[in-house]
């Protein structure tokens, strides 16, 4: 299985990896800084480095439904690397943070609103998120200035993992609805942000909440009976 460094480090921006395996699905490496979609957040893009300078175009990295393998998928008509070479990963680095910066924030929002999610995407302007809640008359104003005012303390923003048993036994921590967090392989990572919040994500995260920039609410439009949908914009 591929190494994901973005697991424990997500500022690494590139690293050397041995390729594993080529075919019509994508590029599998040994280890790699590249995010696959997953959990509403979409996968990185960047490029691959060959030894003698050339590159691969990188649209996005996924996986592969069936075995959970890390693929690189490449733009059409771009090369393919040998088997067995190395290559130097390296990520689109401005368009990562802005998907870094983005899923922080929504943590934050969920922290605002103590309800279940019911779906959620990430882009890199704006994002949305769904909460099952009824009516209740909320305030884009008013969410917007305690979003930016939680951004403003610039809380630690940790990860940490536990176990299954442990997740089994604390299952207020899971926020979101019709997802849960993968489970079998002996451990869940959570992403804490101190005196915030705390959930189980694999996603992308900055270390410290002023990291985000200032953020905005766009829309809060009704979807259902007990479906709320939030939209959340970087005002940058």
Same mark, same amino acid.
């Not at 691969?56 to 008509?77: K, M, S």
């Not at 990963?89 to 279940?116: K, N, V």
């Not at 609410?217 to 939209?231: S, W």
């Given at each position: ?17 041995? %390729? ?16 696959a979609t997953g959990g509403g957040q979409p996968g990185d893009a960047g490029v691959l480095r060959l030894e003698d300078g050339r590159t691969i175009a990188i649209v996005e990295a996924r996986r592969d439904r069936e075995t959970g393998e890390h693929l ?8 393919? +690397?040998?088997?067995? $070479?190395? %290559? ?10 802005? &998907? ?10 969920? @922290?605002?609103?103590?309800? $279940?999610?019911?779906?959620? @995407? %990430?882009?890199?302007? *704006? ?6 809640? +009824?009516?209740? /008359? ?13 951004? !403003? ?11 299954? @048993? ?6 207020? &921590?899971?926020? =979101?609805?019709?997802?849960? +967090?993968?489970?079998? $392989? /002996?451990?869940?990572? &959570?992403?804490?942000?101190? !005196? ?6 694999? !996603? =992308?995260?900055?270390?410290? =909440?002023?990291?985000? !920039?200032?953020?905005?609410?766009? *829309? ?12 959340? &914009?970087?005002?940058?």
């Amino acid at each position: 299985m591929t190494e994901e460094i973005f697991r424990e480090d997500a500022y690494a921006r590139s690293c050397q990896a041995a %390729v594993m395996a080529v075919d019509a699905r994508g590029i599998q490496l040994d280890r790699t800084v590249f995010y696959a979609t997953g959990g509403g957040q979409p996968g990185d893009a960047g490029v691959l480095r060959l030894e003698d300078g050339r590159t691969i175009a990188i649209v996005e990295a996924r996986r592969d439904r069936e075995t959970g393998e890390h693929l690189h998928i490449p733009a059409e008509g771009e090369a393919r +690397p040998e088997v067995g $070479g190395t %290559v130097t990963a390296e990520i689109d680095w401005p368009r990562r943070h802005r &998907l870094m910066r983005m899923p922080t924030a929504m943590h934050l929002l969920c @922290a605002l609103i103590p309800q $279940g999610v019911t779906g959620g @995407a %990430v882009g890199e302007d *704006k994002s949305r998120l769904d909460f099952d809640l +009824p009516d209740t /008359g909320l305030d884009k104003d008013r969410l917007s200035e305690e979003l930016n005012r939680l951004i !403003g303390e610039d809380h630690a923003v940790e990860t940490r993992w536990i176990s299954d @048993a442990e997740l089994a036994s604390k299952p207020d &921590l899971v926020r =979101t609805m019709s997802v849960k +967090p993968p489970t079998g $392989g /002996g451990r869940v990572r &959570l992403v804490e942000i101190q !005196g915030v919040d705390l959930q189980p994500c694999g !996603g =992308t995260h900055v270390a410290r =909440t002023g990291e985000i !920039g200032r953020v905005s609410i766009g *829309k809060i439009e009704n979807k259902g009976k007990h479906n709320r949908r939030i939209t959340l &914009l970087l005002e940058d």
